[in-house]
């Protein structure tokens, strides 16, 4: 634990415990990120004209722009453990909204994903869609050192790593696209639209 880290750390996670519906919005975001971010591409997909093909492939790219993600993350954790928060400060010194395991806090899996499943859409996707997606990255890297469960660092590195994943997919997305080409015509969608 470095001193950034620690007093960076009790500026967002003592806002905690004061404002009920804070907390509830913060423990929501926190846990359910990934759920959330699941509805909303299911949403997008489904609310696309059904001839929209280019937004489409970017949902998929970005779906394996997470995954990506998470894999870097699990090298990482591997070589170096990163204890959390709540289980190396005093009791009474901060904040825990959310049970959580004591598995490594470097990086955040929360932040990564988050990130690399918006920044894969970073113009690829109406931009205010992009921006609302890249608004909720924010957002749960916050909630992830507000609730108790990361240090600020653990969710800085996770949106690089993000953002770095989104961008690297792009460059060997050519098998991807063409699997995204495969789902669109079994379904109907893009260029195989019927009608």
Known sequence: MNTFDAALFHIVNSQAGHHTWLDGLMSSVAQYSVEIYAIAFIALWLLLPKREEGPRHALVVAVFAGILALLVNLVISHIWFRPRPFTVLAAGTFTELIPHAPDASF??????????LASATWGKINRWVAAGLTALAVLTMIARVYTGVHWPTDVLAGMVIGVFAGRVIWKIGAPILSLTRIGLR???????ARG
């Open 107 to 116: 990086p955040s899996d929360h932040a990564s994903g988050s990130f690399a």
């Open 186 to 192: 079994m379904f109907h969608f893009g260029r195989y």
